[in-house]
Structures are given as C-alpha cells and as structure tokens.
C-alpha cells in the first residue's frame, strides 16, 4: 500500500532551522515529481516546492526561496525539506505529497497521495 510518513518537525526559534525528511513506500518513487505542501493555521493548502522525479529540477514557491532546500534520494526513497532561516509565518504543518500523474510536474500540481504531517512551529 502506497505511503508517505513525515518526520523532523518541531519548535523552533525564529531564524533557526530544521530538517523536514519523508519515507516513501509502497509505489515506484522515482517515476514521481514529489512535493512539499503546508497548511497555515486558517489558510488553504499551499505547495512550497516541488522535484521533479529524477531531482533535477526544483521549485519553490516565492517565500521560501533561498530559505528552503529539497532533496530527494532516489535509492532510499526519501524526500527531504531544509528549512533554513525560518520565520514566523512559516508556522504550518508540512506534508509531502506524490503527484497523481507519472512523471507529473504539469502546474497546477496534483496530488494524490499524502502522509499524515509534521507540525512545525516558529516562536520565541
């Protein structure tokens, strides 16, 4: 059965980081653009990056740039998210998600997979 787990989130001061990682299992990885989604308290869904299958091609959403980092490993079938200077506003639970297409990447993105998140929590 297809799954994605979430793990790394947490509290942390602002301008700190974290490491946000996620275990694929159960579909082929690397035939998937994957992709990092969060939820604000309050707000709509919103996607925060994007990879492409092999990892060659990443997106970010306009906030997060420069401040976030995806990776994925393709032999471990693990996406990862470096959230580096983290502000406030990035307050949210984090899910990564499979597109619902093989390879995908096409915008507006679709998902059709999801794990159960990882709060993560920016205060002093």
């Known amino acids: 059965q297809a799954q994605l787990v979430e793990s790394g989130g947490g509290l942390v001061q602002p301008g700190g980081s974290l490491r946000l990682s996620c275990a694929a299992s159960g579909f082929a990885f690397t035939s998937y653009w994957m992709y990092w989604v969060r939820q604000k308290p309050g707000e709509n869904f919103e996607w925060v990056a994007a990879?492409?299958?092999?990892?060659?091609?990443?997106n970010y959403e306009y906030s997060v740039k420069d401040r976030f980092a995806a990776s994925r490993d393709n032999v471990k079938d693990m996406l990862y998210l470096q959230m580096n200077n983290l502000k406030s506003e990035d307050t949210a639970t984090y899910y990564c998600?499979?597109?619902?297409?093989?390879?995908?990447?096409?915008?507006?993105?679709?998902?059709?997979?999801w794990g159960q998140g990882t709060q993560v929590t920016v205060s002093s």
């Open positions: 998600a499979k597109d619902s297409q093989s390879p995908g990447g096409y915008y507006p993105y679709d998902y059709d997979l």
């Open positions: 990879i492409s299958a092999d990892g060659s091609i990443i």
